[in-house]
Nanobody, 124 residues
Framework: QVQLVESGGGLVQAGGSLRLSCAAS????????MGWFRQAPGKEREFVAT????????YYADSVKGRFTISRDNAKDTVYLQMNSLKPEDTAVYYC?????????????????WGQGTQVTVSS
């Protein structure tokens, strides 16, 4: 099993920045691709970003492209989400997810492990 714990969420004004972290423990972290998803009140969970095992390839949702950056440090068993130019519509609970597989995916069912989430609130 892999345990994922997110941190770094909080309240920020529009235009501000936050950096989310996701620390993994348990089985080998560096075994597959990782991703970030988010869920706003009353909405379904949606894809935000994904990163391959090596960190060399990343994909983003159109809504965050150019503002968010996903990265990972396999030596620290941690994946990050740098969020800049935040907008009120970015308000959501952000979830970290891990897969045992190679590649990358924006599909929730391709992920094997999930964190509990961290709240991000962007005020206008």
């Amino acid at each position: 099993q892999v345990q994922l714990v997110e941190s770094g969420g909080g309240l920020v004004q529009a235009g501000g920045s936050l950096r989310l972290s996701c620390a993994a423990s348990g089985r080998t972290f560096s075994s597959g691709f990782m991703g970030w998803f988010r869920q706003a009140p009353g909405k379904e969970r949606e894809f935000v970003a994904t990163i391959t095992l090596s960190g060399g390839i990343t994909y983003y949702a159109d809504s965050v492209k150019g503002r968010f950056t996903i990265s990972r440090d396999n030596a620290k068993d941690t994946v990050y989400l740098q969020m800049n130019s935040l907008k009120p519509e970015d308000t959501a609970v952000y979830y970290c997810a891990a897969s045992r597989r190679f590649g990358a995916s924006f599909v929730m069912r391709d992920y094997d492990y999930w964190g509990q989430g961290t709240q991000v609130t962007v005020s206008s």
